[in-house]
């Protein structure tokens, strides 16, 4: 399933983010690639432990939680350490590659990629290329959102960020492990919750949105991994 969510983050927040990333001391993203990647991957990413990678970190992790899109798509277990990449200059572009299945966390933990996901922090008028384009059975997608929206995707996916020929494209990427493993399964639950809060906001509660919504439930019980 591939899910764009708006308003993760509002402007003000996005321009409070902005102004510590701006500022901030970026480096050679390839750091942080395995073999694969390293070759194709040619982009700046921050330091995790410096200080505006901290604070707009935690910014984005508050601004999930209170979207209920984001809650009902990817049913998170864990969330990976939030990252935040800039494209522009000469480290401009990300080849096609498959991102890895298991990601370590700064504390060891081991974190599945079910579900990748990326928060746009630049609008589009601000750079030129830069579509992050993704390649699934959903056929071939090219994604540029506005500041503070944000795009889930399958971590099975093909993906690539085509060359920023102007300006830059700045952005904060993370992986879910869904307590749902199954991208299918959880495409069914998230039609059933929305298609249930669409019946409820049009008719109210009925006996009828109430066997469904146990339904859901049971599916979620079967399902999950907790």
Known sequence: MLLAIPDILSAAEVRQ?????????????????????????????????????RTVRDSV????DRQPLFLSAALPRKIFTPRFNRYSGTANH?????DNAIR????????????????FLSDPHEYDGGELVIRDTFGTQQIKLPAGHAVLYPGTSVHQVLPVTRGARVACFFWVESMVR???QRRLLYDMDMALMQLRQQHGDSPATTTL???????????ADT
């Open 61 to 64: 992790l508050r601004g999930l």
């Open 182 to 184: 199954s991208d299918e």
């Open 213 to 223: 919504t146990g339904t859901y439930h049971n599916l979620l019980r079967q399902w």
């Open 17 to 53: 983010a902005r102004a510590l990333l701006d500022a901030a001391p970026w480096g050679d993203g390839r750091a942080s690639a395995g073999d694969q990647a390293a070759r194709v991957k040619h982009n700046e990413q921050l330091p995790h432990d410096c200080e505006a990678a």
């Open 104 to 119: 370590f966390t700064e504390g060891g933990q081991r974190v599945r990629t079910d579900v990748s996901c990326t928060v």
């Open 94 to 98: 990300y080849g096609d590659h498959v």
